[in-house]
């Protein structure tokens, strides 16, 4: 059958949804069409989760009920080819879409393993579907050995979530020397392998899974160190890649990094098709090297801008690259980072001081639900422009980084951190005269 709608979206995910929904906000008389190749997907972050948090996997589920009501058209089916020479999307059961404008926001694939073994039963790469998710839960429920691959935030949450149920063996794998390497500093790194180590999982580090061993199932795993590991389950938290088949097979650009290229209004190198979340490619905010960070936080906020500019460009030069915000729960402890940490930016060659400050988040510091909070802010030397920041401590450490995220996008420097202004007020901030940002800055201002 043929179709013709004025704005089609290819994808399921977060950034598909919010494509949608901005887009009917600016142009309401425009016809939006989603397709999406899963009947039933799930909220990518809460994918850890499916495990023991949420009382049944089915609370995961990825709504797509309030964009249908806004008179958005679902169908679920899988795009095969995209021609544009006549604007057109052909799908998997025949079907041909004509568009105005086109959005690919066909997201990322899981990282996999060219080693022995990595086909065998339950070895679960992340896929986002919900049926396979399912059966990865079931099969972990009856574990009673499970192997955890990647020390990033997909593998600590999946090794904390595991870390709740009983009678489990659970290992977690990392090739590099300390946990989240990517994304904080060692003395932040230490702090989740504490954590976890606490809850009794075993952690391996500077370790690399050679094989993996098993009849038709999964029954061991052999290590770099000679060490074989008996395992029923192997999780591999190893991140993505960029899914980009469909925009490469049309000769779209794929520039220098791993995604789709997009500009700062996220087209393509086609006007009429723009590219948004995983697929597309990310520019670091101060390098403006290859940065493919994959997270929904990101892939939202570049539908945002997508959906605001697919016919006019109304949001002017809001791209102005990615800077990498992240948070984490791992057994009671909130850890976030944005931004460089000091370790990226002396590898990038920046000159950079640091200030550091620990205080309770509430005052006097005794009130009921206190978490203590460590903060590190870093700064370039000579501009005094705030480049990056870490935090770990209670829920409000969950907040503290998106003040530091906004801080970076916005360049400021140490002396207007030292003279933010805030609202305090004893059960929900620090005390005005002990404000974590405000002493982090300071700090550095003393040191130097």
Known sequence: MQFSTDILIIGGGPASVVVANTAKKYYPQKSITIIKDKKIGVIPCGIPYMIYSLSKPEDNIMPFDAIEKLGVDVKIDRAIKIKRDDKTVITENGDIYSYEKLVIATGSKPITLNIEGFNLKNVFPIFKDFEYLKQMVDSIKKAKNIIVLGGGFIGVEFADELSNLKDKNVYLIEIKDRLLPNSFDPEFSDLVKSKLENKGVNILLDTKVEKILGKENVERVSLSDGRVIDADVVVCGLGGVPNVELAKSCGLDMGKGKGIWVDEYMRTSDRDIFAVGDCAGKRDFFTRRDNPVMLASVATAEARIAGANLYELKVIRENKGTIGIFSTYISGLV??????????????????????????????????????????????????????????????AGEIINIIGMAIQKNVSITELETFQMATHPYLTPAPTKYHLVIAAQNVLEDL
Request: avoid cysteine; charge should be neutral; charged fraction near 20%.
């Open 335 to 396: 850890l976030a980072s944005v931004g460089l940490t000091e370790t990226s930016a002396k590898e990038e060659n920046f000159e950079v001081v640091v200030g550091n400050y620990e205080g309770i988040d509430k005052h006097p510091g005794n009130l009921p639900y206190g978490s203590k909070i460590k903060i590190k802010l870093v700064f370039s030397k000579q501009s005094g422009i705030l480049m990056g920041g870490q935090v770990a401590g209670g829920f409000s």
